[in-house]
């Protein structure tokens, strides 16, 4: 539910039911399975992805492994698992949104890519970056985890330089909701952040809202801080 600045009821926003006729009506079940948990974000719990399909349609998925069980007992699409792959084949970490998939955040555009990040001065051939968002810088400790993807701080960062606005709210509401980092490590890790991409970044951390209950309201909040005059609050 969303509220203005005034807290006038202004609408809800629900993952909504797949299962009808039409169209959707007529597609597999794995697919609608998989169309359901893309409009959730690529990310839910199986109560909510089995009401808006079938417990029956969500098993079939996961055999045929259009969606996965990932270890927190949630499913979601198989984006984690492939930039996982592509990250142990080149030596790298999980960066940007795939880290974002890796940390079991929802978002609001399912990477079609899998990025990662190598130190500078590593070479990528061609044909790798054809099919793989790389990118380049030191890696230090503090920025990268045990399990070879960046830390949740890094990651909301990464994002917030490289995403469109919209995109990189959702990833930094998900990142509060599911408490992976706090406002206060939001804010102290903007307060110190260098670089041309730096108002970007402030834009992103000042409006994020641990409220937010997925990306189709984060994106809709965005959308209201461009209008004068309007604030969204969730």
């Given amino acids: 539910r ?8 202004l609408w809800t926003t629900q993952c909504t039911d797949l299962g009808g006729q039409g ?3 007529r597609m597999d079940s794995a697919d ?10 690529g990310m839910t719990d199986a109560g ?7 417990r029956h349609a969500v098993t079939t998925a996961v055999g045929r492994r259009v969606i996965v069980r990932d270890a927190r007992g949630r499913y979601a699409v198989p984006t984690a698992e492939v930039g996982m792959r592509t990250a142990n084949r080149l030596s790298a970490v999980l ?6 998939a890796h940390h079991g955040w929802e978002m609001k555009d399912i990477p079609v890519r899998p990025t990662v990040t190598v130190p500078r001065n590593r070479k990528v051939p061609a044909e790798v970056r054809a099919e793989v968002d790389v990118f380049w810088r030191p890696l230090s400790r503090g920025r990268i985890r045990s399990d070879r993807a960046t830390s949740p701080i890094q990651t909301v960062l990464d994002c917030a330089r490289w995403l469109p606005f919209d995109g990189a709210l959702a990833i930094a509401d998900s990142a509060l909701r599911h408490r992976a980092v706090t406002r206060a490590q939001l804010v102290s890790a903007g307060e110190v952040f260098r670089g041309h991409s730096r108002q970007r970044v402030l ?3 000042e409006a994020a809202d641990a409220r937010a209950d997925n990306p189709f309201e984060s ?13 969204l609050v969730p």
Avoid at 2 to 7: H, K, L, M
Avoid at 32 to 40: D, P, S
Avoid at 48 to 54: A, E, K, N, P, V
Wanted: charged share 20%.
């Fill in 95 to 100: 960066s940007h949104t795939s880290a974002a």
């Fill in 48 to 54: 909510t992805l089995i009401r808006l399909t079938s």
């Fill in 2 to 9: 969303w509220r203005t600045a005034g807290d006038h009821s």
């Fill in 203 to 205: 834009r992103v951390i």
């Fill in 23 to 25: 169209t959707l009506g």
């Fill in 32 to 41: 609608i399975v998989f169309r359901a948990l893309t409009r959730c974000g």
């Fill in 219 to 231: 994106v809709l909040r965005a959308i209201g801080l461009d209008v004068p005059g309007l604030r």
